[in-house]
């Protein structure tokens, strides 16, 4: 189980590298993060929508309401210039901070 | 049967009852929630199973509203409290004024308090301006200069010998011009009359008439009505008049040209009507060119004035004239007599009007300063009941700046309030203050942009000042701490309130005990037996026609039998003060430069006066003699050093003549004054052309009849002179003047600083009170009276009074000391007057002290208790 601050600091990133290619509204988000992570990361809906009302708040997304095929309404939710750039720098940072493991961890299993 | 679209409608009901959700949102949940159950359903769940899954999983609808409420927070930037919201700012106007509703009592005192120290400054700074402003219209003000005499006592002289002026100029080319002010109304009976073509003579007497230089009006840049300033001197017969006293004679008719005849015997044309605003220090009715070049007169009696080159170096000139009175005067005065000069700028409050000035301005902002501390005190001390408030505003998300914003908003609009009463105030307190000061100050005449500017920066110094303490000290409360007890404000700041409210009855106390010391010496001199009677003694102007014929209008007076002596002089006896040098005595110090009052008058006077003799007699008609004799007084006896006085040989100006009696000392009405050795003559060279008034004593029945007769008599030897009379202790009375005018401004001060005061004190006796809510609670219900409550309450203030009088009490005696000091005569200090200051300031305090205590002694203990 990834703990919950884990999951709070990794939601930016994720969501920004998944709408990074293509629009996508709250339920596709959130299956989407389920099948690529296998259900590690506990998302609940009550989670993100504030949160992603928060990143449009931060202007890294826009947001439009679409009429789906049965006639439902759905917010989509598009990335910003701002938010790809946001994007690219928080990959850089969680690289450094791989990297970092990665070293420390090579170095813990090269001293045993 | 579960039916999934009413679940659903209920569960957005819930969502919706939430604030912090906006309709999309909650749309949006929906949707998803939706797709949701859609996908569980397909995955092979009940419609039921899978809406139960969901809604779980999202948690309930204050959680989501709480994690939306969050997001939303702290997405807001901080810039986002500082926003000026009008809809908050009516709402502030709003709790203002409520609050000022809810604590009337407190608030208009504080008000008013703020409103009287306003206008009292307000007041102040007219007065100040106005005596700052003096002269400064003069185009030629840089250069012109009153020449000053110091004496080798350290006295600053304004006048100078008539002869300096005229030999100064012929010899330093640095004086472009100078004129000499020659008061000739001062010496001598000063009468104009006009002759209409049509119509009746009009005649008065005029007491200010000078004599000037030709220079005058090149130094002097009054603005002219009619005429030209440049010509207008140029003839010896010319007159100027300044336009109210033209007004007298020509009416609203142009003067210039005009014949207007002086004393009845010389014709005067009319050159010019001057107009001198009222801030000029000198302003003449009459000026007159000054025929006499008085080059050979070093005596010393009017101002004289010089205009400097603009090329002259100041600092330079002063030095080479500082000696100048050794090297000019025939016979050089003994000690170091130093010549200097005084811009013109400076001359009405270069001899001792400045200290005044200072006073005031001290004055003025020791008040504004207390009425500050005051709003401050009384702001903080209700800062518990506004605790809640503040704590509510700050949970609904206030920031500081918009707290502070808001308090000093408040006392902004408190000072601006008080600002409009007190231009009320002030325009019902100007009257008072022009008769008080002579002046005409107006406040609408007054305002200029910068005085209005700068009565805009006091209200916004005097809102801020009052305002920022109260707005931080409220507004840097942690919310959480404002809801809990109104003890959490119990603080050491309660130290700044005792001083400064001991400081403020320090104060008052003191303005008590010198208002009290003012009165006491005010009755002292009135109660003092002056050594003469001025009582039913008519005091006539005297005329050159009188002078014709005073001995057969004496006679044909004393034929009536209410008329008990008649008699003429220079001056009233108990108000003149003229003095000379010009005595030599049998046995005098060759080196002593004496200096001795004289009296230039008639037989009869002391009788009139009924002054009394120590020795010899008085001058008599029967003996021809006695125009060369002389009376003095018991001083000049011990002053001369003779023993035996009666019969010593006395020279006056020169004139030698023998001592006949010695009048007892006598006081001048203004006790300022000390007694000097004086001596008096009848000497018809002094005499004849110094003369002007005629004193008679007259029976008290019957004085309108009197007054008739003597106004009948005098018709009839002078019929081309106007009748003036007056009777003396009316006179006398006005000879108080300047003391009594000190009372009244200590008084009204001393007023102000105990309102002022009490406020201080208020403020701090409901802080006090609040403070102690519960225990008085407490006492009351375990039985305590209300006076012991009362007595509880109120003790620690009386030791605050005590300490501010024992504080007071030096500052008193050493100013009162000093102010009486210049009295030759005058009262102790009486201990007994600081007890009295002490006593008022304590009943003055009382009335809060007790007003709080017994208000929250007879309140409901119930009550008490429950405030929280």
Redesign the interface.
Known sequence: MISKNLVAASTKPIILALLYKEES???QI??RIRRVTGGKLAW????L???L??LE??GFVKSKWKISGTG????YYVITERGRKECVAEKERWLSVHDALQSFWAAAESSD | MFDLEKAVRAWVRELRSNPSLEEASITELEESLRDDVQGLVESGLSEEQAFRQVTAEMGRPEDIGAEFHRASASGRSSGWARRFMPALARDYIRVAVRKFESQKFGSLINLTGLAAVLAVCILISLWVRDELSYDKFLVNRDRLYLLTIEHPNGILDPNVPYALAPALTRDYPEIQLFTRIYDLGALATCSFSYQPENGPKVMAYEDSVNLVDPGFFSMFSFPFVSGDPATALGSPNAVVIRDEAARRYFGDGDPVGRRLTFNNRRDLVVTGVMHIARNAHIRPDFVIPLSDPLSGDWNWRDPSYILLDPSASLPSFREKIEGSLKTYMPQPLPGTFKVGLLPVTKVHLGFGGLTYVNVFSLIAVIILAIACVNYINLATARAGSRSREVGLRKVMGAGRTQLVQQFIGEALVTTALAFVLALGLVVLLLPFLNRLTGKALSLSSGIDPLFAAYLLGLVVLVGVAAGSYPAFFLSARRPVEAFRTVAGFRSKRSAFRVVSVVGQFAISAMLIACTLSVFRQLQFVRNRPLGLVADQVLKVRYNPSLLRHFESFKQDLLQNPRVLNVTRSQAVPFDEDYKTGGVEWDGKDPALMPLVRYSLMDVDLFETFGMEFAAGRGFSAAEAGDRLNYVINEKAAAYMGLNEPVGARLKLWGQEGRIIGVVKDFHHVSLHREILPQVFTINPRFTANAIRFIFIKVVPAGLAPTLRAVRDTAAKYAPDYPFEAAFLDKGAASLYGSEKRLGSIFTAFALLAVIISCLGILGLAAYSVEQRTKEIGVRKVLGSTVPAIVARISRPFWFWILAANLLAWPFAYFAMRKWLRAFAYRTDLDFGLFVMAGLLTGIAAALPVVYQSLKAALADPIKALRYE
């Open positions: 509204y709250g339920y959130l299956q609940s809906s009550a989670m929508y504030p949160f009302q928060r708040k931060e439902r309404m759905r917010k």
